[in-house]
């Protein structure tokens, strides 16, 4: 049964469904064909993103989120630009296809001339050459525009979920937190230009079978180019952790969240899938276990270690203070195996 679903070229929801449920068989046979197809069509590459953690400091007080506005217990930085160009610098010297820029979310003129100023910095440190992803939260299609004219071509803005009856229960009720108004954040991204990615997490309280099988369905229909996805895990000090009773155990929103990639790569197979962090802090693997189904964008924190330990989106977050050399090793290593390589100085964008 799972094979004829796993041999046809469009997916409705009710096979969707079928794959988010399928038992161990039938689930080896889904992640093999997922590998396949990433092997298609993206080869045998995985590439690399360098992730600068800009800023703590965020508007919004999204429920699940450590580093939300109230949550005073956060001690908040934002990096000098000294210290970003010397991350991506950092970056550049050790071959790094691209920098991810990722900060809270803040709208005032003071950040956007930032981070505009950053972008071309680091265009200009790398004769052109490293690529960057902007995660900076929702901003003005004129900002967007700034940034984008400055260098940056990709932008990465999580829907989290999208059951917009869901996305109320995860955040305020108010203007500042509007699920309408993200998804039409979204489309202006595309519009201005950017390769345009989403994501979701995944084993949410109140989140069904259903609304994951529409959260893949969204990003097909949203044409996306990218995607990071990944277990949710919870933070103490957020007000869903009053929910973590509901939870489904980690092991679960572990399986479940690489079925969503697999089936992600079924859907949309020549888009650029992350191996997110947060699969890492529910199994040492998790990243290259998300390779092995179909992702192939590996994004190695560049922060200053300093800096880290004070961006918590969720609890048990991986430091890196091992040396980038070692980790480096260490993925090729585990890549190895899988007859998959690091690409180094390449974007590996969808166009
Ligand atoms: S999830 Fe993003 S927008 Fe929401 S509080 Fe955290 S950093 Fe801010």
Known sequence: MIKSVLNNNSFSKQDIKELLLSDKSDTALLFE???????????????????????????????????????????RYTISDKEVIEAARFAYNYNFGSVVIQSGEVQNEQNSKKIENL??????????????????????????????????????????????????????????????????????????????????????????????????????????????????????????????????????????????IAILRLIKKDINIASTTALETIRETGRIDAISVGANIIMPNITPVSYQKKYRLYENKPLVNKGIEKLLLKFDKQLNPLGEEIAYGEWGDVR
């Open 33 to 75: 064909k997922s590998f396949n197809q990433k092997k298609t069509h993206k080869g045998n590459k995985v590439y690399l993103r360098g992730l600068i953690e800009l800023s703590n400091i965020c508007s919004k007080n999204c429920y699940y989120c450590g580093i939300r506005r109230d949550n005073k217990r956060v001690s």
């Open 119 to 260: 972008i071309k910095e680091i265009k200009k440190l790398s004769d052109g050459k490293l690529g960057i992803t902007l995660s900076c939260g929702e901003q003005s299609e004129d900002t967007c525009k700034r940034w984008f004219d400055a260098g940056a071509h990709r932008y990465l803005l999580r829907i989290e979920t999208s059951n917009h009856s869901l996305y109320k229960k995860l955040h305020p009720n108010d203007d500042m937190h509007s699920w309408e108004k993200r998804v039409k954040s979204i489309e202006s991204l595309k519009k201005v230009g950017y390769l345009t990615g989403t994501g979701v997490m995944i084993g949410l309280p109140y989140q069904t079978i259903d609304d994951l099988a529409d959260d893949l369905l969204f990003m097909k229909k949203k044409d996306i180019d990218m995607c990071g996805m990944g277990p949710y895990v919870e933070h103490f000090d957020t007000p869903l952790f009053n929910e973590k009773n509901s939870l489904l155990p980690v092991n679960r929103r572990f399986e479940l969240s690489l079925k969503m």
